[in-house]
């Protein structure tokens, strides 16, 4: 879908995936990067906070850098300052990447918190991407031997990051009930057209496909050449 404000509708989908919930648990795994830090931000404000059921969420990383939580690259730590240390979400719902341990142990972990929670074909209720401009998602990268790994987890050195990156794989993400791509502006236009005219690509976030298709929401810039798109005015 094509909107103005792409962080307002994915506040509107957040609301209407816990009221579908009823007071079932709501697993969510959060995206890194900073699409989503208004988003964020939005959450930990006084007027969201008193509305959450706070006792139904658990929360996970769809990826993360193997950097400690203060460190300004850590994707849990983005999330923390701006949303989870502002609201009574209680720690033991919230499920950051082991980055304490080396990178393929901290996947290995992960892996495993994931079926301890989860069970051992872990389902997400909903899963937030982004989408990076040569068609990565999460830390999926073009050619990364994540997106065929038969792990939960993985832990790929990505070259064009000079970097191993922490990243759960298509395995886990396609297993998702709802899986939403958050991109906006023009720096995403064409990644974005990619993505949708040519199916073929094999771009890392083609691999994302789980049984209901992945919603997009988008804002015009990052839309501006899909014509077939509902656009929302
Ligand atoms: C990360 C993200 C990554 C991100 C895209 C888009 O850890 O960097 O998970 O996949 O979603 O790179 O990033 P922006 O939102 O900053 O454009």
Known sequence: MVVDDVTTTALALWTGVLREAGDRRVSVALSGGSTPLEMFSRLGAPDMRSQWPWEQLVLF???ERPVPPDHPDSNYGAARERWLAQVPLPTRQIYPWPTQAAPE???RQYAATLTTVLGPEPVFDLVWLGVGPEGHTASLFPGSAALSAD?????PF????DTVRLTLTPRVFNLSRRVVFLARGEDKREIVRRAFAEPDAGLPVQ???PAADPW?????AAAADLPAFPRFE
Not at 151 to 155: D, I, P, V
Not at 216 to 220: N, Q, S, T
């Open 158 to 161: 990505v070259a064009v990051k």
């Open 151 to 155: 792990a939960l987890a993985a832990a």
């Open 105 to 107: 142990e901290a996947a």
């Open 61 to 63: 990383w769809g990826d």
């Open 216 to 220: 997009w929401i988008l804002d015009r």
């Open 207 to 209: 691999s994302i496909q």
